[in-house]
């Protein structure tokens, strides 16, 4: 069964500190992995996309990982601020099946100040 | 900027109503796409569509129809509404491509009492 599991489901940390969201997939045949950003009420927003030759790629401070032999991906948040509190989700998309998507559940963060 | 608009941020109905929650984007996008998102299950499809006049069912069609008539327009429609459809509805759109990014709507926030 094609799968997208995220740890934790929820975080919280202080303003300043680095965090790492973690994401576990079971999609396959595999095509590429996306972290989407989710504001509370809005709709998801892409941070990075990464395909299987890819295991880095930055945007400002995050910083998703893919290692494609474990089917596992990291999201790292450097030096958070409060405006990065919101839902990440992990999305992997099929390599068969055009656009469609599997959504991770997401992991809530919070930043306090 | 992409923009893909929905009809309404919050909407409450009875139960047995019709329901039409409208999407819009303005890139011409060939893709559009509906889904639900509820705690815990992350996003959900209900249905996609490749191009105008044509629709196809995604992971939980039961209870919804669609309509696209026009490219930048989808709608999805709940024939006679229930509790269990109570949900946030989010639309996105995209070209076609594995690699293009799903745009998403700010999200319907429908209940349904």
């Known amino acids: 069964k094609n799968q997208v599991e995220q740890s934790p489901q929820s975080l919280i940390i202080l303003e300043g500190k680095n965090c790492t969201l973690q994401?576990?997939?079971?999609?396959?045949?595999?095509?590429?992995l996306r972290w989407y950003k989710q504001d509370t009420g809005r709709g998801p927003v892409s941070l990075t996309i990464m395909t299987f030759s890819e295991n880095t790629k930055s945007n400002g401070r995050y910083t998703a990982t893919l290692d494609a032999d474990t089917k596992q991906s990291s999201l790292h948040i450097t030096a958070s601020q409060l405006s990065d509190s919101a839902s990440y989700i992990c999305v992997v998309s099929r390599n068969n099946a055009g656009n469609m998507l599997t959504f991770g559940g997401g992991t809530r963060l919070m930043v306090k100040p | 900027d992409v923009k893909v608009t929905q009809s309404s941020r919050y909407l409450v109905k009875r139960t047995g109503e019709k329901v039409f929650l409208e999407c819009v984007q303005d890139?011409?996008?060939?893709?559009m796409f509906w889904y639900r998102q509820d705690p815990g299950l992350g996003l959900r499809l209900i249905y996609f569509s490749y191009d105008v006049k044509m629709k196809e069912k995604g992971d939980i069609p039961e209870g919804y129809s669609v309509s696209r008539e026009k490219k930048e327009r989808f709608s999805l429609i709940l024939e006679s509404a229930s509790t269990n459809q109570t949900s946030m509805y989010l639309c996105?759109?995209?070209?076609?491509?594995?690699?293009?990014?799903?745009?998403f709507g700010p999200g319907t926030r429908l209940l349904v009492l």
């Open positions: 994401c576990n997939y079971t999609v396959s045949p595999f095509s590429n």
């Open positions: 996105a759109s995209s070209h076609h491509g594995k690699l293009e990014t799903q745009y």
């Open positions: 890139m011409d996008h060939e893709n």
